[in-house]
């Protein structure tokens, strides 16, 4: 038999989920899958899991709300225990579907997790997706602020002789052209097109075939 664990890591939840990941350790846990909050949808961990899975193994969970989304996807992910012949540990539930860990819940206890599933699933995807809007946003001077420096390292790189394909790929920029808007916007004289390598290894070709006098 092997035990696995699995964390939903949501960031506003980051010290409780480092606590779950420690229980699972000490519990004996072979694998921790975790996964990044911005695979919500896809699962993609928790697809994995599922996948590796033998008949007789055990899956740790922070909470049943954090492994599916509602009671759809509990009914079949209990089918799927079912099936499989595998066990599940919900830390925060306090259940044990094989009845060893915790005390035995009674009917009550478990009429009312499933009543609150859909509440609380709701309720961590709304937090995560209310902070993940904060983060995406920015005061205008520091937008302002990262423009300037990414147009002034553009123009350091170009003086420097840095090839303007990696200057591209360092700006963000979807279009080349954008890094030579600004090398002009800067007055800078574009005089070449190519690195100061491939300069200098062109005037040294040069240099070799010239005709001698």
Not at 97 to 114: E, I, R, Y
Not at 149 to 174: A, C, L, P, T
């Amino acid at each position: 038999m092997a035990r696995v664990g699995y964390i939903m890591s949501f960031k506003h939840l980051e010290q409780e989920l480092k606590a779950d990941i420690q229980w699972m350790q000490e519990h004996g846990c072979c694998t921790i899958y975790i996964e990044d909050e911005r695979n919500e949808k896809s699962r993609i961990e928790w697809k994995d899991m599922l996948e590796q899975l033998a008949c007789g193994d055990e899956i740790v969970i922070s909470k049943f709300s954090h492994a599916v989304r509602g009671c759809r996807e509990l009914s079949v992910f209990c089918d799927y225990l079912r099936r499989e012949k595998v066990t599940v540990i919900s830390i925060h539930d306090e259940m044990d579907t094989s009845g060893k860990l915790f005390a035995q819940k009674t009917l009550p206890d478990f009429m009312d997790m499933l009543a609150t599933l859909p509440t609380e699933a709701m309720a961590l995807r709304q937090a995560h997706e209310h902070e993940a809007k904060l983060r995406a946003r920015k005061h205008p001077r520091t937008v302002s602020q990262s423009k300037s420096d990414r147009n002034n390292k553009i123009v350091r790189m170009y003086k420097q002789g840095e090839s303007i394909e990696k200057i591209w790929k360092m700006s963000g920029f979807k279009s080349r052209q954008s890094v030579f808007n600004v090398l002009t916007a800067a007055g800078v004289n574009l005089n070449r097109g190519h690195s100061r390598k491939e300069l200098d290894d062109k005037r040294t070709k040069q240099s070799l075939t010239a005709p001698q006098e």
